[in-house]
């Protein structure tokens, strides 16, 4: 047999080459393993160091057998306490994954968790039964209130305020001018309950307030929170690393300007989760992979 000419052999080189470089971008942008991304926040408040791991945006998926891949990504990171940020569980798919999470990490840490907008969505009977998981692996709800939270010999004051969804569905029926603003004006109530919860927080040392909702960043800076943790935005879903933090967020729309990492503003630190949702979004995730986060909260370096 002629051997091939050499032409014909840099064409399938070329061409083997193309569709390796092609599937190794395919890979990466759509690469939704999970990542666990770390951030520093500095206080004059604290003498030793406090971890945190933020979670949200579960929605119920999966991460391995029993949740492992994430529980064991949790237990490499050795936090003080776990936030979850809202939305663990799903409106529309069943609760199997998240309990599954919680019965591996529940009994391990403090855990402190807030309202999403999804667990509203899946309806009055099922919010309830989600709020009853939560008591029976003893995690505490935060409901518009705040816990003094003491690890390592240190104390932070923990503020949780309820998702806004909370006010267009669990308005007192008996109550109907009650009922009719929670329904048109979600936003003013949630307003209401964060001046309250700031109050708490101007008499204290570190503080740190747990909500689903990054978009409301402008009122979070005017409050007297040192740091604020949120989700909810998954990370703007489609992102182009360097040029676009993210396409399209729930609540924010198209370019948000809250899709997920580290803001400042008059002295105020806002950390936001990509989150962890991946099966259950209508669009994949690009160049977004999913995320555990890590927050050390260290003393202040006086150099």
Not at 280 to 289: A, E, G, H, L
């Amino acid at each position: 047999m002629k051997n091939l000419p050499k032409s014909r052999y840099r064409r399938t080189a070329i061409i083997v080459t193309a569709a390796v470089l092609l599937l190794i971008l395919a890979l990466t942008v759509l690469d939704q393993r999970l990542l666990v991304r770390r951030y520093t926040v500095e206080t004059d408040e604290l003498a030793a160091p406090v971890r945190l791991a933020l979670i949200t945006d579960l929605h119920s998926c999966s991460y391995g057998e029993n949740q492992s891949s994430l529980i064991d990504a949790i237990r490499a990171q050795n936090p003080d306490a776990l936030l979850l940020g809202g939305d663990i569980f799903d409106d529309v798919i069943d609760d199997t994954n998240t309990e599954q999470f919680l019965s591996g990490i529940a009994d391990r840490y403090p855990c402190y968790y807030v309202t999403g907008n999804h667990e509203y969505w899946g309806g009055g009977t099922r919010f309830a039964q989600q709020m009853e998981l939560l008591a029976q692996y003893g995690v505490t709800v935060m409901e518009n209130d705040t816990r003094t939270v003491t690890v390592r010999g240190e104390t932070l004051l923990l503020g949780g305020i309820d998702d806004p969804e909370a006010y267009r569905v669990q308005a007192a029926p008996d109550d109907h001018n009650a009922y009719i603003a929670a329904q048109s004006a979600p936003d003013s109530v949630f307003s209401v309950h964060l001046d309250a919860l700031s109050d708490i927080a101007a008499d204290a040392g570190c503080s740190v307030l747990l909500s689903h909702r990054p978009e409301y960043f402008d009122r979070y800076a005017e409050t007297d929170f040192d740091l604020v943790l949120c989700g909810h935005a998954h990370g703007g879903q489609w992102r182009i690393p360097f040029l676009l933090n993210g396409v399209y967020a729930p609540h924010q729309g198209v370019l948000p300007r809250y899709a997920g990492g580290r803001y400042d503003e008059n002295g105020t630190t806002m950390i936001v989760s990509r989150g962890l949702a991946r099966e259950t979004t209508w669009v994949p995730r690009i160049f977004n992979r999913p995320e555990l986060v890590i927050i050390d909260i260290v003393p202040k370096s006086n150099s």
